[in-house]
């Protein structure tokens, strides 16, 4: 137990784990079809080349990302000896960096449990999560969950990671609902000022918001599973590949996808009015953040397997308040990001044509992330209603 709790030792596994992630990567650990993971890293090393000239790639149905991107690819281009090594660096940067935030954070609270439930999700989730961009938003939806009593910075955070990702803008909800208006003045702040200064740098940074209109339903996303289940069972589910993913090709697949959506909007809706009103006042802002982005990876219409570094994130941070209710959300999530890994890239041809193997994995990985994004929402509803769960009651008796 000595072992675990000395910050050493736990930047030491960080390295090993890493290391094998990032030789599995470069096809010198035995991984099946481990560098074609860098697939997606070769075309972000594609976009810097023309980022770095400040030009964005307008008219490209594969760039899906806000402004704040185009600034990170075109930093890759300049690190040497060329922009996918570049762009590797700076995913293994934003990898450290949440480490030394938990670190640092659970030094002074006591706790050294969440440093260690990052370093663990590399494993869980593979050496994809060195492999996609998605770290470095994730990055800043930690740090808005730490500096929730800061709510300037908090908001500039957020600010900072909705223009890398979108969906870090979540994380205002973690914010009293006190501070919700020196959040909301930092968030502003912040996105003005970048947004300033891309402007100034490039053209075309909001040429993303036209370029997905027309998406659907992508073959992993929760929507998507019962097209899975019926090829097992006889049926075709034809699928298309557009906007840089595999999406169902069926009548009736859009709606479902547009319907799930609008749930998951109207659930966040809901989120944002119960935090306006103060019901939320009794839960950890962790517990908060991860219940929200539960529910947008949950209602989404897309599911890729790099979304678990995302909920990784800010499930550590949450984690750092020893009264989290969520610890149940966070153990059905483990199954969730092995399934993906399992299925990505080992299973993913089996799970579109019907293999059995494939799509129970795909079935264990969508019904485990909607009994997590479930159990969150009962939580929150529980504190809402002001009946808090035993043991948080217990836990904020004995610190009295």
């Known amino acids: 137990m000595l072992l675990v709790r000395n910050p050493l030792v ?25 560098p074609s993971i860098l697939n997606d890293v070769k075309l972000y090393a594609e976009w810097s080349e023309l980022l770095a000239t400040g030009r964005f790639p307008i008219g490209d149905e594969m760039w899906q990302y806000p402004p704040g991107a185009g600034v990170v690819f075109a930093i890759a281009d300049f690190i040497p000896p060329n922009p996918l090594v570049g762009m590797v660096v700076l995913l293994v940067l934003a990898d450290l960096a949440i480490l030394l935030i938990l670190l640092l954070v659970g030094r002074r609270q006591g706790r050294w449990q969440p440093a260690w439930v990052w370093v663990v999700s590399g494993v869980l989730i593979g050496p994809i999560m060195l492999a996609r961009f998605d770290l470095i938003p994730t990055v800043f939806a930690v740090l808005a969950v730490v500096w929730a009593s800061k709510p300037y910075l908090s908001g500039a955070a957020s600010s900072i990671g909705t223009l890398l990702k979108l969906w870090p803008g979540l994380m205002l909800l973690a914010l009293p609902r006190r501070s919700l208006i020196r959040g909301g003045i930092g968030f502003v702040a912040a996105a003005l000022v970048v947004m300033g200064a891309i402007s100034v740098w490039s053209s075309g940074a909001v040429s993303f918001l036209g370029g997905q209109r027309d998406r659907g339903l992508q073959v992993e996303s929760v929507g998507a599973l019962p097209y899975l289940v019926m090829n097992v069972f006889g049926g075709h589910a034809s699928t298309v590949f557009r906007y840089g993913s595999r999406e169902i090709d069926m009548p009736g697949a859009n709606t479902v996808g547009f319907v799930i959506s609008v749930g998951g909007l109207l659930l966040i809706a809901a989120l944002a009015v119960l935090r306006l009103i103060g019901r939320l006042e009794d839960l950890p802002a962790g517990d908060v953040a991860l219940t929200a982005l539960l529910v947008s990876v949950a209602t989404s219409r897309v599911l890729s397997p790099q979304y678990a570094v995302w909920v990784a994130g800010v ?6 308040d020893p009264v989290t209710r969520l610890r149940r959300s966070m153990w059905l999530l483990v199954p969730t990001a092995v399934a993906a890994q399992l299925i990505y890239p080992w299973a993913y041809d089996g799970m579109l044509h019907g293999d059995w193997f494939a799509v129970t994995l795909q079935t264990i990985r969508v019904l485990t992330l909607v009994a997590a994004t479930i159990y969150a929402l009962y939580v929150v509803v529980r504190s809402a209603s002001g009946r808090a769960l035993v043991p948080t009651m217990v836990a904020t008796t004995n610190k009295a």
């Open 315 to 320: 499930a550590a941070i949450a984690l750092m």
């Open 10 to 34: 736990t930047v030491a596994t960080w390295v090993l784990t890493r290391a094998l992630m990032l030789g599995a990567l470069a096809g010198v650990v035995a991984y099946p079809d481990g």
